[in-house]
């Protein structure tokens, strides 16, 4: 007989080594960059919008896992759901059965876009666009995929393609043969259209990286412009839907703009199992599966399984009955304008954008001679370090998790889980407010931790 698996004694007796397994074992990059800016921090537990150490200590999460925790850590129902559904034992994942979970959930997501008509499930974000690359080709009969400068749509092969950031390309090629315009350029758009071989044009309403949202009129004028071309549009919605940005899907908030294809993650999966869809309008999935012999095309091994689908229904049940996209919309006005109203007292602050509860907070040169002394420092050092000298006290002082938006920006992304309420935007603010002032007043252990920056960004270069 099997001894029994115990899952408590194992983390009990080696969870302590979780740094050294990960130096050795898998990215070893990744510890020696928590250490560097004192991010080796150890959690213990999580709920909601808070991790707790040992000592029981809260950390507020303004992160999210990168946008996958939309309900927060271990919600209840989501968890009870997939006691739910491995309790019940079911016939899962037979290749030759249609079992009802994946129709529930596709059913339920499609009506939250009623000008699409099918989903194919995946397991992440990049699977999801690989899907929309792959249909689009195909049901367009053409080679070519259009994408956003600065964008980011995932790392495998074909979603580096129409990736936008150089730094994560680099070293990669070949690629697809795909091609950038720049994020609301029209005319950029129109000159590639008339080239005749372009499938598609692939975008973020709002790009994660430096949280830069399309121009009024642009995603709309993009899909006239497409169709006249037979070419259709791609609405990448990974980060952005699921009730981020206040509405369901982003490109929600522009009215008339009905995407060909849509891609989605992150929150759907409750945070616990991972899960992609790709929805579509129907005559594309019936060209791609046009016949029983190409029923498998395109499939993926572990794509609709059942705790995944459990997930996903139970995440959709939450947001209704627990008015998350209204939560969004009107916590994330009330964090926009708190922090709006900080751009004339600091200098150093630039700007605050985005919409619900992704929010890009941008730092910009100061006046005072002082201040751009020091800020001409880093810049020289290398872009982007000032923004990381405020992300690291926010946690260490604070005690709150934030994200630098991307490499080489002066930008702080705020995409915390959108159950966050006044009590979490009270302490953000009074937070970044005191980080704000320690650095204006030009002293302490901010600019100190800067100087350590220039030294290792000039060491790396």
């Not at 920006?409 to 704000?436: C, Q, S, Y």
Request: charged share 25%; with cysteine.
């Amino acid at each position: 007989m099997t001894k029994g698996f115990d899952l408590g004694a194992l983390l009990a007796e080696r969870g302590a080594e979780r740094y050294e397994l990960h130096t050795r074992h898998l990215n070893h990059q990744l510890p020696r960059m928590l250490r560097t800016i004192g991010f080796d921090r150890v959690y213990e537990r999580a709920e909601g919008a808070y991790f707790f150490d040992a000592d029981g200590n809260d950390y507020l999460d303004m992160l999210a896992g990168f946008g996958v925790m939309g309900l927060g850590r271990h919600h209840p129902v989501v968890r009870q759901a997939l006691h739910d559904v491995l309790d019940a034992g079911l016939a899962d994942l037979t290749r030759f059965d249609c079992q009802p979970l994946p129709g529930l959930l596709a059913e339920k997501l499609l009506s939250y876009s009623p000008h699409l008509d099918r989903v194919f499930f995946s397991n992440s974000g990049t699977e999801a666009v690989e899907t929309a690359l792959k249909f689009a080709r195909f049901a367009t009969g053409r080679p070519r995929v259009l994408y956003c400068d600065h964008a980011f749509h995932g790392l495998t092969t074909g979603s580096l393609s129409v990736n936008g950031e150089g730094g994560f390309r680099d070293g990669f090629a070949p690629l697809l043969p795909d091609t950038p315009v720049p994020l609301g350029d029209l005319d950029a758009l129109a000159r590639e259209l008339r080239k005749g071989d372009v499938a598609a044009l692939i975008v973020e309403p709002i790009q994660g990286k430096g949280v830069n949202e399309a121009p009024p009129g642009y995603l709309r004028a993009a899909q006239e412009l497409l169709h006249r071309h037979k070419a259709l549009l791609i609405a990448d919605e990974v980060q952005t839907g699921l009730g981020r940005t206040g509405d369901f899907y982003a490109y929600q908030h522009e009215a008339g703009v009905e995407p060909d294809l849509v891609c989605v993650a992150k929150a759907l999966s409750g945070g616990y199992v991972p899960v992609g869809a790709t929805l579509g309008k129907d005559w594309i999935f019936k060209k791609v599966y046009s016949s029983m012999d190409r029923v498998l095309v395109h499939s993926a091994s572990f794509g609709a399984n059942a705790q995944a689908m459990a997930a996903g229904l139970a995440v959709l049940h939450v947001m209704d009955d627990e008015r998350i996209v209204e939560n969004a919309r009107t916590t994330g006005d009330l964090l926009r304008s708190r922090l709006a109203a900080l751009i004339d007292k600091y200098e150093l602050l630039a700007d605050v954008r985005g919409r619900g509860l992704m929010v890009g907070i941008e730092f910009g040169r100061p006046e005072a001679l002082r201040l751009r002394s020091r800020w001409a420092m880093l810049q020289a050092a290398r872009k982007g370090l000032f923004a990381q000298m405020v992300v690291v006290p926010l946690l260490q002082r604070h005690r709150i998790l934030t994200q630098v938006s991307g490499d080489h920006l002066e930008v702080i992304k705020l995409i915390p889980p959108l159950i966050v309420g006044e009590r979490e935007v009270d302490r953000f603010v009074d937070a970044f407010t005191e980080v704000m002032d320690d650095a204006h007043n030009g002293g302490g252990l901010m600019w100190d931790f800067g100087k350590t920056l220039v030294k290792q960004a000039v060491a790396h270069r």
